[in-house]
């Protein structure tokens, strides 16, 4: 069974400057996808950005980008330029090709100080 | 906004009591789905439905009941709850271009969720 790990259940970091969210996943599958959901209090998930594995360049979205380590069955996120808006529960997910059923990790709370 | 829109976002219930979940989507989806998000646990999927076909039950108590009359509108009937069953209930939707062979392409968007509280 495929399971996805967060380690960091929080962190925190200061307004403007870069953090980055760690997610690692266990899979026997070659073909899979891979998404970051951010989760502000108002409970709404919100999907931040994903990444095919069967592609080597990293996905980036403004000012989030991943570092996807598919050997080492990585995929961070990092968010550059801080800002208080991004204060979030954020969800790492991994959903196998043909598949409709999303594995979820347990969850970084990212704190942004100003 | 996500174009997922769940109803009532607040659910206070007694054990004995017969409520439902409601869920829209105006994004022109052909599939939708429940997941369970309890404290420190992962998000858990409950159900799916494809074209208004059940297609995925995840060993889901009885007590859960879903519906999907239409491909916009999807339900979750909940009756003898037991405490453990309180959580944030989530909706989801999706499409496949390839009208639902392949799904290798779709993402899921959510709603807000239901916060359900059985006493």
């Known amino acids: 069974a495929q399971t996805v790990t967060q380690s960091q259940p929080e962190m925190s970091v200061q307004e403007a400057e870069t953090v980055t969210l760690s997610c690692t996943y266990d899979t026997s599958e070659s073909d899979y996808y891979l998404f970051w959901y951010k989760q502000p209090p108002s409970r709404q998930m919100i999907l931040v950005i994903r990444?095919?594995?069967?592609?080597?360049q990293n996905a980036t979205e403004n000012r989030f980008s991943v570092n996807f380590q598919k050997a080492a069955k990585s995929f961070s996120l990092k968010i550059s330029d801080s800002q208080l808006g991004d204060a979030a529960m954020y969800f790492c997910a991994y959903r196998r090709q043909g598949a409709q059923k999303l594995v979820f990790g347990q969850g970084t709370r990212l704190t942004i100080n100003p | 906004e996500t174009g997922v829109t769940q109803t009532p976002r607040h659910l206070v219930m007694g054990m004995t009591n017969k409520k439902s979940l409601k869920c829209e989507q105006h994004l022109g989806h052909n599939a939708m789905y429940w997941y369970k998000q309890s404290a420190k646990k992962p998000l858990e999927l409950m159900f799916v439905y494809n074209f208004k076909e059940q297609t995925e039950n995840n060993s889901v108590p009885s007590r859960f009941s879903p519906e999907c009359p239409n491909s916009s509108h999807l339900f979750l009937h909940l009756h003898t709850l037991q405490p453990e069953d309180s959580a944030l209930y989530l909706c989801?939707?999706?499409?496949?271009?390839?009208?639902?062979?392949?799904?290798?392409?779709?993402?899921?968007?959510f709603g807000p969720g239901t916060r359900l509280t059985v006493l």
């Open positions: 990444q095919e594995a069967y592609k080597q």
């Open positions: 989801a939707s999706s499409q496949d271009p390839s009208g639902g062979i392949s799904w290798s392409t779709d993402t899921q968007y």
